[in-house]
């Protein structure tokens, strides 16, 4: 039913990729059914970024992100998954991307429930009464699309898998127009907060509600 796209379509620049991926599609189908959901906010995560989302990456002194430990995942072929968890129960998801031996990599932030939206509440706490809170955050929509683990769990299934094939994918969607998306510095971040690597369909309720780290930091030193 969905056409999964090609691992070229990842093997690009990590900022090109993080807005394309705008209008692509979520897919995992399961024992259960397929859920699916439109990609409507991304973040990128580049090699010789700062932030490099969080994983404590060392860098060498030219100031790009060194291969080893965790950060050593980001370095495989393009398309596959990297999945990870913070605050003890959220797994986020992103896609490897640059050509294979280069670092980088796009985190799904926010999704709209096109397919399996009953499954998809049912996967969630039954306290969510707003359809857009199902899927507007990473650690909601990878709860929602069923991309989680046990409690105890340290490692995801998904992570390494290959999102060029089911059962978990990026199928091809419909492209979202220039008009339409906006850019802001990403979102959680105390390091590399100035730069605009956060994509988004402005307008769109499945956007995550959080707010762009060089805002928050501007809030915080108005009150000072």
């Known amino acids: ?10 093997a690009r620049p990590t900022l090109e990729v993080a807005r394309d991926l705008l209008g692509h599609l979520l897919v995992h189908e399961t024992e259960d059914g397929t859920l699916a959901g439109r990609i409507v906010e991304t973040e990128a995560y580049l090699d010789d970024d700062p932030a490099m989302h969080g994983w404590k990456a060392t860098f060498d002194p030219g100031g790009r992100v060194v291969r080893e430990g965790r950060v050593a995942d980001l370095f495989v072929e393009p398309g596959t998954a990297y999945v990870y968890k913070i605050y003890y129960t959220n797994w986020l998801l992103n896609v490897v991307t640059e050509p294979e031996g ?6 799904i932030r926010g999704v709209e429930p096109i397919e399996g939206e009953e499954l998809m509440t049912q996967n969630r706490p039954p306290s969510i009464k707003r359809r857009r809170d199902l899927t507007n955050g990473p650690g909601k929509l990878t709860q929602a699309l069923g991309i989680t683990e046990s409690p105890e769990a340290t490692k995801s299934r998904f992570h390494g898998a290959d999102l060029t094939s089911p059962p978990l994918y990026i199928a091809r969607g419909e492209p979202v127009l220039d008009d339409r998306v906006a850019r802001s510095s990403r979102i959680g971040l105390t390091r590399g907060i100035d730069l605009d690597y956060r994509f988004f369909v402005e307008g769109d309720p499945f956007v995550s509600p959080g707010v762009p780290s060089d805002v928050r930091r501007d809030r915080k030193t108005k009150k000072r």
């Open 1 to 10: 039913m969905y056409e999964a796209l090609s691992r070229d379509f990842f």
């Open 102 to 107: 280069q670092a980088g990599a796009v985190l």
